[in-house]
């Protein structure tokens, strides 16, 4: 599988202030590629510089094959995009700015364009500054999900949407991943990537902390155990089993949590003591998230090690 | 009385988002009309030769249609007053206009007013605090004004006349633009009302005070109070009370208007508009003529009524006395020598000229307010290229200022006709003069494209140069400045009197100049980031 998008150690500074410090990401061809992040990690920073809006200071970068601040006009043929503040012109009205960004990019798909609006239930003949936040999103993502392109940059573009709407937004990404279309979509919404993403990429401080599958990443992270043995052994020793945290031995019930890489092993040691009944809770998405977010960077050197 | 909460939070705010914007102006003012006084001063030592000026200038229509009437022409000091009064006064209610709609319409269309309405904000409180912020600058400004002028050897009361006059135009645009600010939706509009305003105020007083049966015009326009209150000579400061009372109505129509409106509404309700997109909506030109087509049509329509009023004064002015004094006077206070007609009519050109400049830069930024308002971004996400984008409103900004002097040369001649034994002679006559200074428009014009691709964080140094240019070039030989400083306006050169031939040499010098700026804005707007704020 060829990359669509392929960036290699991109640094970024808006004067003293370090937008991207190294990033790297790959989107392979006819993925759609979450990309995932806290506020300010660099997430929009990123799409700019694909999108030949921002320069990078330094790194690498290709896109669909072209150097996205050179090849702008051949590119942009070939992708759309939906910023994460959309704003209209507030003279126009909806249909227009779809109409009109539609031809700016090269033409659009006009069966598709009337079938999203009646699928949106958007009013194609207010004007800009009467929709609100959601319509307006609603809007853009018409416009963007109107053309055939080969790529799809969205950012954050559910925020606003009721979930209805939100609904008919992932229907129609997983269409887009059925005609063999690229997606990058930045979101903070967990369910909307777990839904619709192939794989991902957790960017903290413009670096990339984690690339893979929900899967690989669900692999990294912890899982929590509520065990009751016949015969406990010390807190100590369960303590300096590898990988265990937060140990607790309340008469001859243990809770831990243990590094889902360690889980057989700790079963292992646990089985001579005699396990009377036994828990495991896998991480729930949301701690997924909230571990990487907050530890990013240190669980990439765990990662690297272990894969080393 | 409730819906005042917060008002004195709210100044405090403004006082700080103004803390030098307020200062700048103020003093660039204050320095306008004791400047102007003190080199007027300069350039009539003797008393005597002044009331001589005076004298000849009270009976030429020209200044009078210019400059305004003159109220003691045997007293020497209202000389000294004669080309800031309506001028600065101008200038005044402009620097009144752009306060009070800063916070008020800016704030609502940027959504902030909402953000703060939702504290313990009264309903009335933001417009109470733009209002009282504007009103306390332009009396601030006109009192040290009037003191700078007496400072600078002219009379104490007159002086203090003419701070009240000018304070008289400053309220009456506070309250014109508090109301319009509640009428329309957009900051644009606001203050495309508000200047409108202005402009009509300015030509009503025109022909009022050369025209003999239209007279009482004057007594309608709020330029026309503060040339009533008469300035170094009657001094009648009951004059001033109708501005006030003015300026109180308008802002008691605006509070009633705020009842009565939506917050972020006006008070037209927005019609729906196309469904789909026209079939030429297709291209970057085709979006910048869709945003930029309304306010060139307001422009056009304006430079076209000014073009028709003045083209009629000046039918008036030539049947006049030519006086040698007047010349005189005109050449001194910065003309330059010909039949008073053209000499008035070459004036005026050359203020239409900054007009068209302004509107120039106004034009050419709107490609700022794109970028801000993150409508670039969607655009050049496309496969539009930033030269395309940057071309599709340039070309609006340099035709659209061009076709304003056309515009306004056509007016003149139509206006004009009859003095001119007809319409094709009146072109013949004005037009090369209308037009000549359309590659020193284009300068500016280019420059504000340059500083948008260069310094997009700074693009209010477009307009600093344009106040520059005016500066040296119009007020420069008022004040004495050496040639050599007047002659870095691009309007000091290739403009011509009409009837005066057109120099070539100059006119395509310019246009290189201005072909290069522009490209020279491709350049470095094609090596930039875009700025999302």
Redesign the interface.
Do not use: I, W
């Given at each position: 599988m060829s990359a669509a998008i392929e960036i290699r150690d991109l640094h970024k500074s808006f004067g003293s202030s370090v937008a991207l410090d190294g990033l790297d990401l790959e989107v392979g061809t006819g993925e759609v590629h979450g990309f995932l992040g806290p506020n300010g990690a660099g997430k929009s920073t990123t799409l700019r510089i694909l999108l030949g809006l921002l320069r990078a200071d330094s790194g690498s970068v290709i896109l669909l094959g072209g150097n996205p601040w050179t090849d702008v006009e051949s590119l942009h043929r070939r992708l759309a995009y939906v910023p994460g503040d959309v704003t209209l012109w507030p003279t126009l009205s909806g249909g227009e700015v779809i109409d009109l960004l539609g031809r700016l990019r090269g033409g659009l798909n006009a069966t598709k364009r009337t079938a999203l609006v009646e699928r949106f239930g958007l009013d194609p003949t207010k004007k800009g500054r009467t929709y609100s936040k959601g319509n307006r999103q609603k809007v853009a993502l018409v416009a963007a999900l109107s053309s055939d392109v080969d790529l799809l940059v969205l950012d954050e573009p559910t925020s606003g949407l009721d979930p209805l709407m939100e609904a008919i937004f992932r229907e129609e990404i997983q269409a887009v991943r059925a005609e063999g279309r690229t997606v990058l979509l930045s979101s903070h919404i967990l369910s909307e990537v777990e839904a619709l993403c192939d794989r991902l990429s957790i960017i903290r401080a413009g670096r990339n902390v984690e690339t893979g599958t929900l899967a690989d990443l669900r692999h990294l992270t912890r899982t929590g155990i509520d065990a009751v043995l016949a015969d406990p052994p010390v807190l100590q020793e369960i303590s300096a089993f590898p990988g265990v945290t937060a140990a607790r031995l309340e008469g001859d019930r243990l809770t831990c949590s243990v590094e889902t890489t360690h889980l057989g092993d700790l079963l292992a040691r646990l089985g001579p003591h005699g396990i009377r009944s036994l828990t495991s809770q896998p991480p729930s998405l949301e701690e997924l998230f909230m571990d990487q977010y907050r530890r990013g960077s240190a669980l990439t050197d765990q990662a690297a090690e272990a894969r080393a | 009385m409730s819906g005042y909460a917060a008002t004195g939070t709210l100044v405090r705010l403004a006082l700080r988002r103004d803390r030098i914007l307020v200062p700048v102006w103020v003093l660039a003012l204050v320095a306008l009309a004791g400047g102007s006084a003190s080199s007027t001063i300069a350039l009539y030592p003797d008393p005597a030769k002044a009331v001589e000026a005076a004298r000849a200038a009270a009976l030429s229509p020209a200044i009078v249609g210019m400059y305004g009437p003159i109220a003691d022409p045997n007293n020497p000091d209202s000389i000294g007053a004669l080309k800031t009064l309506v001028l600065g006064g101008i200038f005044l209610a402009v620097m009144a206009c752009i306060l009070v709609r800063r916070h008020t319409r800016s704030e609502e269309e940027a959504g902030l007013t909402e953000l703060v309405g939702a504290g313990v904000v009264g309903r009335r409180a933001p417009l109470t605090a733009a209002v009282l912020v504007a009103s306390v600058t332009v009396v601030v400004t006109s009192l040290l004004a009037g003191l700078s002028m007496a400072g600078a050897g002219l009379g104490l009361t007159g002086s203090l006349a003419f701070a009240a006059a000018w304070a008289g135009i400053g309220l009456a645009f506070v309250g014109v633009t508090a109301a319009a600010a509640q009428l329309t939706?957009?900051a644009r509009g606001c203050t495309g009302f508000a200047i409108g305003t202005l402009g009509v105020t300015y030509l009503v007083r025109a022909v009022g005070d050369t025209s003999a049966e239209l007279g009482w015009l004057t007594w309608v326009s709020p330029i026309g109070w503060a040339e009533k209150v008469e300035v170094y000579g009657a001094n009648r400061f009951i004059v001033a009370l109708l501005p006030a009372v003015f300026t109180i109505a308008l802002i008691g129509l605006a509070f009633a208007l705020l009842e009565r409106r939506d917050l972020g509404a006006g008070l037209v309700p927005?019609?729906?508009?196309?469904?789909?997109?026209?079939p030429s909506?297709?291209?970057?030109f085709a979006?910048a003529w869709?945003?930029q087509r309304?306010l060139l049509i307001g422009w056009l329509v304006g430079f076209a009524i000014f073009g028709l009023v003045l083209g009629g004064i000046a039918g008036n002015v030539t049947s006049f006395v030519d006086s040698p004094q007047v010349a005189d006077m005109l050449t001194r206070l910065g003309g330059s020598a010909g039949s008073l007609g053209d000499v008035f009519l070459s004036t005026e050109l050359r203020f239409m000229a900054i007009g068209a400049a302004a509107y120039g830069i106004s034009a050419a930024l709107r490609l700022k307010s794109e970028e801000t308002?993150?409508?670039t971004?969607?655009?050049?996400?496309?496969?539009?290229?930033?030269r395309a984008l940057l071309v599709g409103h340039a070309v609006i900004a340099l035709g659209g200022s061009a076709l304003l002097l056309l515009v306004v040369g056509a007016g003149l001649a139509l206006g004009g006709a009859s003095q001119f034994n007809g319409l094709r002679k009146a072109l013949g006559h004005l037009l090369p003069a209308a037009l000549a200074p359309i590659p020193a428009v284009w300068v500016c014009v280019g420059l504000a494209l340059v500083v948008y691709g260069a310094l997009p964080k700074v693009v209010v140094v477009a307009w600093a140069l344009l106040a520059a240019f005016l500066v040296v070039g119009e007020l420069g030989p008022l004040f004495g400045f050496p040639r050599g400083l007047v002659d870095l306006s691009p309007f000091s050169h290739g403009t011509v009197v009409p009837g005066g031939s057109v120099p070539g040499a100059p006119l395509v010098a310019l246009a290189l100049v201005a072909a290069a700026l522009v490209l020279a804005a491709g350049v470095t707007f094609r090596?930039?980031?875009?700025v999302?704020s």
């Open positions: - | 939706e957009t927005t019609r729906p508009g196309a469904a789909v997109g026209t909506l297709r291209s970057p979006l869709r945003l309304g308002d993150l409508h971004e969607q655009v050049l996400a496309t496969s539009v290229s930033r090596r930039r980031d875009l999302s």
